[in-house]
């Protein structure tokens, strides 16, 4: 049974034992401890005592720096004074009044979820928390013997550079989220979905990893392989090029050019990484499921790809919020250079995993599924469709998202989420 109060053992509880100390120093310990924690500035209305209306409101210390990084760097460089607080403390204690409440830019408590500007924010997360799922929770047993005697090289080309792709995707699309986003954002139940969309790309890597360590692959191999692989690396560097643009100290959200280009990198993930890259990412997969192959894989994507359609379809609402919020005009050749450069990768990456084509699946058949499943996003984004007239070449895709596990629940193991399998996840 795990020991909660020691998970890694002995050996660290021995480590994390706290040093001895004679007698005469313990009976110190109280009095030191006071001045340890004292020595941390304290925000004022703790120090208070009867003089309450003179006390100066934390409320307003928990504002999102939303002027930008100048006021940041006002406190940070004052932090190194007497009275780092007191620069960020406001007097007023007014309530949050709903209407000022902002994607970005937004001056209200930050510390205060209702009430809500966004409630289909707080909607998000409570239907996320119906898609919860472990990699343990689900069988992989046949999906052993199936790639050990079952699936030709071909096939294990496949399997093996899809899993190579996905979870440096993930990691990706964690450190996008949890690192350049949620920060930026000035309303919480915004950052709460968000948060649980941090967890869920963490529970994507772990996935992953389990399906990887349960074939017996060799991981050095597989995790090097977006280094090594031209169309792997092609998608990663177009998606670390978005992040690394919007992941800096210094972005100030107040100025228009800053702002596009954080509206187009979340575009980019939400939009197409999330909501093209992710969706058709996972059907080779979802092929060899058809076909009756790694069904245990595919069950995990499954679960998977309901978190990605909701993580797109979130980010695209919240890029169209902050547009309309803040009259952000996009640049019109900008966008289409987004999905061109998307297109071009796509195509190489295809080409890449599908050099031959699989029973029921080729390159040309994935290239065509992700321009349609493109123009889809377009028109969820307000956005004319980049690739008018493209065609729907995998017309199961769809429904192995939504699928219902209750079909196949004798097939698997299975933990089903009833509410959660009611949803239509890609809406
Ligand atoms: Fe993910
Ligand atoms: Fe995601």
């Excluded at 790309?201 to 280094?227: F, K, P, V």
């Excluded at 803040?326 to 890449?352: K, S, T």
Aim: aromatic residues 10%; proline residues 6%.
């Amino acid at each position: 049974m795990l020991d909660w109060d020691n998970p890694l053992g002995d050996k660290d509880k021995t480590t994390a034992k706290p040093p001895v100390v004679p007698l005469d120093l313990k009976l110190q310990e109280p009095e030191e401890q006071l001045v340890s924690i004292a020595a941390e500035p304290l925000p004022e209305i703790m120090t208070a005592t009867k003089t309450i209306p003179q006390v100066q409101s934390p409320i307003e210390s928990a504002q999102h720096p939303t002027a930008g990084i100048q006021q940041r760097a006002t406190t940070l460089s004052s932090s190194q004074g007497s009275t780092p607080l007191n620069d960020t403390l406001a007097s007023s204690t007014k309530p949050v009044n709903v209407s000022d409440k902002r994607v970005i830019n937004g001056t209200t408590d930050v510390n205060q979820l209702a009430p809500f500007k966004y409630p289909w924010a707080w909607e998000y997360f409570l239907n996320a928390n119906k898609n919860h799922w472990t990699p343990l929770d689900i069988n992989m047993a046949q999906d052993v013997h199936d790639f050990n005697h079952s699936l030709t090289d071909d096939e294990k080309h496949v399997y093996t550079n899809v899993l190579a792709y996905l979870t440096t995707s993930d990691i990706l699309a964690m450190r996008n989220i949890g690192l350049a986003v949620m920060e930026k954002m000035t309303a919480p139940e915004l950052q709460i979905y968000q948060a649980r969309q941090v967890y869920e790309e963490a529970l994507h890597t772990w996935t992953y990893q389990h399906c990887i360590e349960t074939m017996g692959l060799d991981q050095s191999e597989i995790y090097n392989r977006y280094r090594v692989v031209p169309a792997i690396n092609q998608k990663i560097q177009v998606a670390n090029r978005r992040l690394n643009s919007v992941l800096r100290p210094d972005i100030d959200l107040n100025n228009p050019e800053e702002l596009s280009n954080f509206v187009m990198a979340y575009m980019f993930f939400g939009g197409i990484f999330e909501g093209c890259w992710f969706y058709n990412g996972f059907s080779p997969i979802f092929a060899l499921q058809r076909r009756g192959l790694m069904k245990g894989t595919a069950e995990q994507l499954q679960y998977i790809m309901r978190d990605e359609v909701m993580h797109a379809s979130f980010g695209i609402r919240v890029v169209k919020e902050i547009i309309q919020e803040n009259d952000v005009a996009l640049d019109p050749q900008a966008i289409r250079e987004m999905w061109d450069e998307a297109e071009a990768a796509e195509h190489g990456y295809a080409h890449y995993i599908l050099q031959k084509p699989i029973l029921g699946y080729s390159a040309e058949d994935h290239i065509e599924q992700f321009r349609f499943i493109a123009n889809r996003r377009a028109r969820q984004l307000s956005l004319e469709e980049p690739f008018p007239g493209a065609r729907d070449t995998l017309p199961w895709l769809d429904e192995q998202a939504n699928m219902r596990k209750e079909k196949n629940f004798f097939e698997t193991r299975v933990t089903e989420y009833q509410t959660g399998g009611a949803l239509n996840w890609d809406q």
